[in-house]
C-alpha cells in the first residue's frame, strides 16, 4: 500500500481534514497506519503528539449514524451524537478489529457480452476467484486478462483478496489471451499512445484557474494528480475529477497511465474540491447532503425501536454499544431546497457547460457507474461518431437534464445510472448532455447550427411536459453530414423497461447503419467505375498527347533535316561558284613556262586540262571540287603508283614535285568505311 492510500485510510479512520497534520502525525510512527490511528484512539498511551487537532470520533462510531443521516438527509441533533460517542474511551474497537472483518466483495465479470455475479470472502486468496471463472468459462488462469484490475503488475495467485483493496462491488472484463500481454491489436495501439505527448487543459473550479500542463504516455494518473495537488493546493484525496474517458469515472485508478484511458492527446479535465462533512462551533453535525440536491418533502421520523438502522447496527458493527434509546432520538431535519440548473445560467460555453455536468452528475446520482459525457462541443460529439468507416459509426445520445422533473433523482440514481444501462449506451452511442431546465432553445440553436434542421427535433417545444425529462435524444448523423432523428426516449422506473427503449434504439441504429452501408458502398462502386472511366480517359488523352508530341518532333526533325541540306547545298553551290571564278582561263600549251598536262577520270566522265608545273597540287584539287567534286567528298588518286592526292600531305607540293607530267588521276566518292591510302 503505497503512501497516498496509507494517508486516505488514515484521514478516514480519523476524521483529520488537514493534511499536513495527518503527514507529521504518520511520520511519527514511519507510516505505519495500525499505530498512528491507534495512537489517536488512545493518546495516553501513545508517543504521537497531536499539535493543534481536536479529537474526532473514530469511524467504527460514525459509520453507523452517518448511514442514518444519508437516510434522512438531516441534521443529526446533538443528543445522539453525545450518547453515541460518550463512552469510546472506555471501550474501543482497534484498527486491526476494524479491518479484519470477513467482508465479502461482489464480483461481476463480464465476459462476450454477457455478466456473472461472483461473490467471494476478501480473506480468501487471489487463485480462487481465478479458479471460479476458469470452472465457469473454461479458461486457465494462466490465459485470464482482467481489465480493470486497481494494479498493473503481475497477479500472485497467494494474495488475499484484502490486499487489493476493493470496492464492497467491482466489475472486471474478462478477455483470454496469452499470459503476457493484451489482444494484439489492444496492446499495438497501447504501444502508439505511450510515445505521444498529451496535453491536458485543467479548469480549477474552485480556484477559478485554468492549467495547461503537457505528459507523455507513459506518466500515471496519480502524478497528474500530485501536479495538480502542487498547483491548486486541493489535496489529492479531496479531488473530483470529471472528463477522464474511462468506463467507470468514480473507480478511476491513480496507476493507469495515461495512454491507458481513452482520452485524447488533447483533452479538457475538470478538478474540483470534493465536499466534506464537519463539525459546526456548536457541536451540531450536518448531514452528507449535496447543495443542489433537490429533493423536497418531509422526512418521516421512525416511529418504533424496532429500528432497520439498529439491525444494521448490531449486525455490521457487533463490538458498538447504542441503545435503542440513542437511534429513536438520532432524528434528521432537512429544509428543502428549490431546484436549480445543473448548468449556470450564465455558462455560454458548450465546453465548459459539458465539464460541469460531467463533474457534479456522477457527484450527485452515481454510485457506482455513470454515463460518460463527452466534454466538448456537439461538433466534436458528431466527429466522434463517425471515426472510420460507415459500418463504425455510432448515433449520437444527447441527454436533456431537467431539475424540475419529479422523476430526476428516482430514475438518474436507480437506471440510467445502473451497469446494463450505462454498459448499453456506452457501446453504442456517443453521449452528450444538455441542460434544458431554462428552455430548449439554445439547445435547438446548437443542432441547427452544427447538423442543420432535424425533422422532428422542434417536438421539444410543445410535445413535452417538465415530467417527461429526463429525455435522451438519439440522432444519426449520415456520412455526408444529413441528420436523422431516430428516437426521443422518455425516462422509465424499472431498468427493464428502460432496457428495451434502447434496446429498440439500437436495433434502429443497426437497420439505418446497414442501409446507409449498402448505399454507400453502391455509391462508392459507382464512384469507383466513374473514376475508372475517368483514369482511362485521361489515359488516352495522355498518350493522344503524347503521340502528337512525338510525331511533332519527327516533323520538326524532318524540316531540320531539310533545311540543314538545303543549307549545306547553298553553301556547297557558293563555294563551286567561287572556285570557277578562278580557274577561267586555261595556260596555254606554248607558255614560256613549263606547263604539265593532266587527264582527270570523273565518275560521270573525264576532263584534261593544262596546269603550270609550278603549281601546288591544291590548285589541282580546287579545280577538281569547281566542278563540283568537293575534297571533303571525294579523293583524288594516282594510277600508279596509287596514291592518295587529298590526304593533305601533299596537298602545298607542286606538280613538278610529285612528278604529275601527264599523269592520269582518278576522282572517286568517299565513304565512312574507307581505309587511307599510303603512298
Given at each position: 500500500m503505497d503512501r497516498n492510500e496509507i494517508l486516505a485510510n488514515f484521514q478516514a479512520c480519523s476524521g483529520i481534514d488537514n493534511v499536513e497534520e495527518c503527514i507529521a502525525i504518520l511520520e511519527q510512527t514511519s507510516w505505519d497506519l495500525q499505530r498512528a490511528v491507534n495512537g489517536i484512539l488512545s493518546p495516553d498511551d501513545s508517543d504521537i503528539q497531536v499539535i493543534g487537532s481536536t479529537f474526532h470520533t473514530p469511524p467504527e462510531f460514525l459509520l453507523p449514524l452517518q448511514r442514518l443521516a444519508e437516510s434522512s438527509s438531516g441534521i443529526v441533533r446533538n443528543s445522539a451524537i453525545s450518547q453515541a460517542t460518550g463512552n469510546h474511551s472506555t471501550k474501543q474497537t482497534s484498527l486491526s478489529d476494524f479491518f479484519s472483518k470477513d467482508k465479502e466483495i461482489t464480483f461481476i465479470i463480464r465476459y462476450r457480452n454477457m455478466s456473472y455475479p461472483m461473490r467471494l470472502s476478501g480473506q480468501k486468496p487471489f487463485g480462487v476467484l481465478q479458479n471460479q471463472i476458469e470452472q465457469l468459462f473454461g479458461i486457465t488462469p494462466e490465459r485470464q486478462i482482467l481489465v480493470g484490475l486497481p494494479t498493473n503488475n503481475p497477479i500472485n495467485a497467494e494474495d488475499t483478496i484484502d490486499s487489493f483493496h476493493f470496492p464492497k462491488e467491482v466489475s472486471l472484463e474478462l478477455l483470454s489471451g496469452s499470459p503476457s500481454s493484451l489482444p494484439t491489436c489492444m496492446?499495438?495501439?497501447?504501444?502508439?499512445?505511450?510515445?505521444?505527448?498529451?496535453?491536458?487543459?485543467?479548469?480549477?473550479?474552485?480556484?477559478?484557474?485554468?492549467?495547461?500542463?503537457?505528459?507523455?504516455?507513459?506518466?500515471?494518473v496519480a502524478d497528474v494528480k500530485a501536479d495538480l495537488a502542487s498547483a491548486t493546493g486541493i489535496p489529492v484525496t479531496s479531488q473530483l475529477w470529471a472528463g477522464w474517458r474511462v468506463e467507470k469515472p468514480l473507480e478511476l485508478h491513480d496507476s493507469l497511465q495515461l495512454a491507458q484511458t481513452d482520452i485524447s492527446t488533447d483533452h479538457y479535465l475538470v478538478v474540483d474540491r470534493r465536499e466534506t462533512s464537519s463539525s459546526t462551533s456548536?457541536?451540531?453535525?450536518?448531514?452528507?447532503?449535496?447543495?443542489?440536491?433537490?429533493?423536497?418533502?418531509?422526512?418521516?421520523?421512525?416511529?418504533?425501536?424496532?429500528?432497520?438502522?439498529?439491525?444494521?447496527?448490531?449486525?455490521?458493527?457487533p463490538d458498538l454499544d447504542v441503545s435503542t434509546d440513542v437511534v429513536e432520538d438520532a432524528i434528521f431535519d432537512c429544509v428543502p431546497r428549490p431546484?436549480?440548473?445543473?448548468?449556470?445560467?450564465?455558462?455560454?460555453?458548450?465546453?465548459?457547460?459539458?465539464?460541469?455536468?460531467?463533474?457534479?452528475?456522477?457527484?450527485?446520482?452515481?454510485?457506482?457507474?455513470?454515463?460518460?459525457?463527452?466534454?466538448?462541443t456537439l461538433s466534436e460529439a458528431v466527429t466522434e461518431c463517425s471515426p472510420g468507416s460507415v459500418y463504425d459509426s455510432r448515433p449520437v445520445a444527447i441527454y436533456l437534464h431537467h431539475e424540475r422533473s419529479i422523476v430526476l433523482n428516482v430514475f438518474c440514481t436507480q437506471v440510467l445510472c445502473s451497469e446494463p444501462i450505462v454498459s448499453l449506451l456506452t457501446l453504442n452511442f456517443v453521449m452528450w448532455a444538455w441542460d434544458v431546465t431554462n428552455g430548449v432553445d439554445k439547445l435547438l440553436s446548437i443542432v441547427n447550427r452544427e447538423l442543420g434542421v432535424v425533422q422532428g427535433l422542434?417536438?421539444?417545444?410543445?410535445?413535452?411536459?417538465?415530467?417527461?425529462?429526463?429525455?435522451?435524444?438519439?440522432?444519426?448523423?449520415?456520412?455526408r453530414g444529413n441528420a436523422e432523428l431516430l428516437s426521443i426516449v422518455k425516462p422509465s422506473l424499472t431498468i427493464g423497461e428502460y432496457e428495451v427503449d434502447l434496446n429498440a434504439v439500437v436495433s434502429n441504429a443497426s437497420d439505418r447503419r446497414q442501409r446507409i452501408a449498402v448505399d454507400e458502398t453502391e455509391r462508392l462502386t459507382r464512384a469507383s467505375m466513374v473514376a475508372e472511366q475517368d483514369q482511362a480517359y485521361h489515359e488516352s488523352l495522355q498518350a493522344d498527347k503524347v503521340k502528337s508530341y512525338e510525331k511533332s518532333l519527327l516533323i520538326k526533325a524532318e524540316e531540320d533535316k531539310i533545311r540543314e541540306k538545303e543549307e549545306s547545298e547553298r553553301i556547297r553551290t557558293v563555294k563551286i561558284q567561287s572556285l570557277e571564278q578562278q580557274f577561267l582561263v586555261e595556260p596555254p600549251a606554248d607558255s614560256s613556262r613549263t606547263v604539265y598536262e593532266l587527264r582527270i577520270r570523273l565518275p560521270d566522265g573525264q576532263l584534261q586540262r593544262r596546269f603550270y608545273a609550278a603549281e601546288p597540287l591544291q590548285t589541282v584539287l580546287?579545280?577538281?571540287?569547281?566542278?563540283?567534286?568537293?575534297?571533303?567528298?571525294?579523293?583524288?588518286?594516282?594510277?600508279?603508283?596509287?596514291?592518295?592526292?587529298?590526304?593533305?600531305?601533299?596537298?602545298?607540293?607542286?606538280?613538278?614535285?610529285?612528278?604529275?607530267?601527264?599523269?592520269?588521276?582518278?576522282?572517286?566518292?568517299?565513304?565512312?568505311g574507307d581505309a587511307p591510302i599510303s603512298p
Open positions: 496492446q499495438n495501439r497501447l504501444e502508439q499512445r505511450l510515445d505521444k505527448t498529451f496535453s491536458l487543459h485543467i479548469r480549477d473550479s474552485d480556484g477559478g484557474k485554468d492549467y495547461d500542463l503537457c505528459y507523455s504516455g507513459a506518466v500515471i456548536n457541536n451540531n453535525f450536518e448531514c452528507n447532503k449535496n447543495s443542489d440536491d433537490n429533493t423536497t418533502g418531509d422526512v418521516n421520523h421512525h416511529e418504533s425501536r424496532d429500528s432497520p438502522i439498529t439491525d444494521v447496527m448490531d449486525e455490521d458493527y431546484p436549480s440548473p445543473l448548468v449556470p445560467p450564465d455558462c455560454v460555453s458548450e465546453r465548459e457547460a459539458l465539464a460541469i455536468i460531467s463533474s457534479k452528475f456522477p457527484s450527485r446520482y452515481a454510485t457506482s457507474c455513470s454515463p460518460m459525457f463527452l466534454v466538448g422542434e417536438e421539444l417545444r410543445a410535445d413535452f411536459t417538465t415530467d417527461d425529462y429526463p429525455l435522451i435524444v438519439f440522432i444519426y448523423v449520415k456520412p580546287d579545280f577538281i571540287a569547281s566542278r563540283g567534286y568537293l575534297s571533303d567528298e571525294y579523293r583524288v588518286l594516282t594510277v600508279f603508283p596509287k596514291r592518295d592526292l587529298t590526304d593533305g600531305i601533299c596537298s602545298t607540293m607542286t606538280l613538278e614535285t610529285l612528278g604529275l607530267n601527264q599523269e592520269t588521276l582518278v576522282v572517286e566518292k568517299k565513304w565512312d
